[in-house]
């Protein structure tokens, strides 16, 4: 009785702690990024990507200082019975925060394609129907009196219907990889030199990043929930949810640095003196429409860039249709005719006017 009790009490510390380590690791690192996240997030524009980074940066780590105090607090029975599933309502608050971010970068990827849209929403709406689902067979782990901890597990034996929630998250996140690598390389291979290729290599990179790294730790909450005891199953339930939310904070920050990043090639203008012929010579680079136009007016964004800011606009490529309006500077006016020259050198565009 004694050795079992100890090994309960071994175990349980083992799962207070790398919570709790889980927990400090997000804040160190959102202390780590403060200084960029204000420089790309808080000095820009605001739009509803700024909302979902609010949502994914701050609500993850308010709301495990809570579950990381029952842990420790010495709750009774019936306060932990109501209070034990907030872990995982947190989680589908935070799994639906993260599935609309990456549902808006396949979005932006896909040149706004609404097929894409209609499937991954539908299948995060699957993800979060599972999670629910799974989540009504959690109960409180029963401890020894002489342990304290308010610790969600499976009713059912060894959680076969609990572990659902991260089988349903490995498909999801499996299926975005998958989709965004796809459409990355095949940009990639089609794009010319001047395109936004330091976007595409920041998309790709940062999607097997993440890839590798939430779906590793998703496979072993499953074998833990499968195989492990009790009193450990969900030990690594608390770390897979805050390193899922560190990860899309990252990729949030590079995606921001890389649109702020990009500037004009080449901006050369020729004219003649006032009252004779002119031609204006506009050197254009071309690059992505992710890029921050800090000077553009309020009147000219969509309905849809004031929603989801630059995590929706599509990525343009040197083999994109542009709009010839947006060749023309922002005073240009009156009636001209235009002449589109072939480049001159890899990611220019000469676009000639004469008036």
Known sequence: MAEDLATAAEH??????????????????IVLTFGDEVEKIWKQRFTGAT???CLNRYLSPLGYIVIIVSFHAPWPKNVCSHYVLYPEILKIFTASVIGVIFIL???????????????FTTLLMVELGVKIWAFTDGTMLTLP???VGCILVG????????????VAELVFDTAVFLATFYRAVFLYRTAEAG????????????????????????LVTVLLFVSAPADLKAVNASFSTLITSLMVSRLMLNLRREALRRKPILDFRISSQAGGWGNEARFEPMTSSWALEPERTTTSRTFGDSLIGNLGASVTTWGDNDDDDTLLGPGDEGPRTELELNPVRSGVMVHVTEE
Not at 105 to 119: A, E, G, K
């Open 155 to 166: 009713k059912s034996s060894v959680g076969d219907r609990f572990v659902y929630t991260w």
């Open 195 to 218: 395109a936004a290729l330091g976007l595409l290599r920041i998309i790709m990179r940062d999607g097997v990043m993440y890839f590798a790294a939430i779906f590793a730790s998703n």
């Open 105 to 119: 970068r396949l979005y932006s990827i896909y040149s706004r394609n609404t097929y894409v849209l209609l499937f």
């Open 51 to 53: 909302v979902l980074w």
């Open 12 to 29: 349980l510390m083992a799962a207070k702690m790398f919570s709790l380590a889980s927990c400090v690791m997000l804040f160190y690192d």
């Open 145 to 147: 009196p002489e342990l």
